[in-house]
């Protein structure tokens, strides 16, 4: 099984900053993809940032509404991945996920999995 748990939600001003942190456990052999992904009430699971191996480097993708804002990066040696929230809105509130394409075997295809959200309120 392949645990991802979250870290670093809270509560935060409008114009702070905040750092989430993933990480992935478990039997794991490659991770293809990290990305965050956000929901807010009666609203659809949007797209945050992901960060993706590619042949000779990486690819990053960020949602519209926080280019500029946020950035994702990775420590792959320790399976982790981290978003930095600089810039924040209270539109940004919202469950933050982490999800990860992970291979738990050389012969096995990717899949994906789940943390369990960890929550970002932007309020004063």
């Known amino acids: ?10 509560l935060v001003q409008p114009g702070g900053s905040l750092r989430l942190y ?3 456990s478990g039997i794991i052999y490659s991770i293809n993809a990290m990305s965050w992904y956000r929901q807010a009430p009666g609203k659809e699971r949007e797209l945050v940032a992901s960060i993706a191996s590619i042949s000779r480097g990486v690819n990053i993708n960020y949602g519209d509404s926080v280019k500029g804002r ?3 990066s990775r420590d792959t040696a320790k399976n982790t991945v981290y978003l930095q929230m600089n810039s924040l809105k209270p539109e940004d509130t919202a469950l933050y996920y982490c999800n990860a394409a992970v ?3 050389l012969t096995s295809g990717f899949k994906n999995y ?3 959200g960890t929550q970002v ?3 004063s």
């Open 114 to 116: 789940w943390g369990q």
């Open 22 to 24: 993933c990480v992935a």
């Open 1 to 10: 099984q392949v645990q991802l748990v979250e870290s670093g939600g809270g």
């Open 70 to 72: 946020f950035t994702i």
């Open 103 to 105: 291979s738990r075997s």
């Open 121 to 123: 309120t932007v309020s």
